[in-house]
């Protein structure tokens, strides 16, 4: 089954195919902004492009996927915080790229190909701006910085089917001086010492010292690392409009071609009915939840656990029903591993070393399912259906399970879950852990869900995790 997926820009389902000679897939996602810790809200949208990646490379071959995702490591955010901090802006965002990295392997997300920063690519998005000048797109305002002239592309708005009256609004608030119409962005923001401190770079031909406004650098590094023309674009969904609209403004005027072929927005992540973000402070951080004691695939399994572009509220209830999930999955998994055909240490790459990937037993269905719009959700719950569904023999049998765990093996590669396994020597854990638990679960009983989290973050510096269910709980060591 190829795989079909929403495009915001057509707003119907499309096959994603790779439109080059060479065939290979190329593929942009917007990454983060590296001033602050990346909250769960976050990679929500890159667990979430990470399985695409995934089914991707899968569909057309591991080698035939040329994947981008950028750092952006200048803008007003980073800038702000290098300022408060009173400190370098490379020691602000090296830092905040260090921990986001961690976070990234600890929820086994696959490395792009090309990680770009924006100030490792201030000379292609120069160059970009020039070229963007010479053919009549944008002009150098009174005080340096250069400006997108919007009149000069007639498509703006196809993506967002934004109006030209609440474009002029929304563009109003955010940044009204120096410009010919208030609608027109900022390609290049003129040098301004006391909020730039030591952050500048020699601008476009004809314009002042400065740094590149925040849309061109997605422009610029797609362009150099993946060509004119990329197959899919992607982003959550608050980067729709301006962001997205102005990326394809100013790539196809300065390339004279289509910039993306298929557009893909993911929704957000809530936290009490309201979106998580970093500048409203109601975030959980991945390490804030390990803190507590869950593992980071239980994390991962419950941002895969509602469909990408439906919102998805996070409770901690759900990811205690992700670690319930996780473990019926093991036990299958262990189960069928029992019957002896490879050991638990080799199942993780089974699918690509046995000699029939492409056959599939219960679990085509997960596969059609995430070829279908990326459901996830449903695609999890088809896999426990066919797991609860199926009939082991009551007696010793002479088969040895290698299609059911070839198949499995490449599901979870697909989720991107890793399992655990190996048979762990199930450690009693001492009277402490056990006296803190109690306190816990009481507390818990009690509503009083404050002592609650305290108690479970106890616990967890202890190196034990306590597993809730509805009538009672379990603990487990944490693993080293
Ligand atoms: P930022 O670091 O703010 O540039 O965001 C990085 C990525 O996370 C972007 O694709 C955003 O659209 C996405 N994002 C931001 N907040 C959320 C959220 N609450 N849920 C899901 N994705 C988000
Ligand atoms: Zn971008």
Redesign the pocket.
Known sequence: MAIRLFDSLTRTTRELQPSHADGVFRFY??????Y?P?????????VVNDVLRRLLELEFGANKVKHVRNL?DVDD?TIGQAKKESRPLADITQHWTKLFHEDCTALNLLPPHHEPTATGTIKEQVNMIEVLMEKGHAYRAPDGSVYFKLATFPGYGGLSRIKERELKITNAVADADHKDSVSDFALWKAYKPEEDGAVKWPGPRGAGEGRPGWHIECSAMSKSLLGDTIDLH??????LFPHHENEIAQSQCCNGTTFARHWY???????DGT????SKGN?YTLRDLVAKGYDPMAVRYALLAGHPRKQ?NFTLDSLHAAESAIKRIESYAKKLLSYGAITAAEFPDYFKTTDKPKVWGVLGIVWDMLCDDLSTALALGHLHKAINAFQFPTGPSPYRFEIELAELSKVMFMFGLRLSLEEKKSAVAPAEITALAEKRWAAKAAKDFATADALRKEIAAAGWSMLDRKDGYSLEQLKK
């Open positions: 996602n917007c990454g983060p902004t590296v602050a990346a909250h769960i809200g976050n990679f929500r949208t890159f952006t955010r992607t982003g959550g969904v608050d980067l927005h993911s929704e957000h992540l809530l936290v979106t998580m973000s970093k975030y998805l």
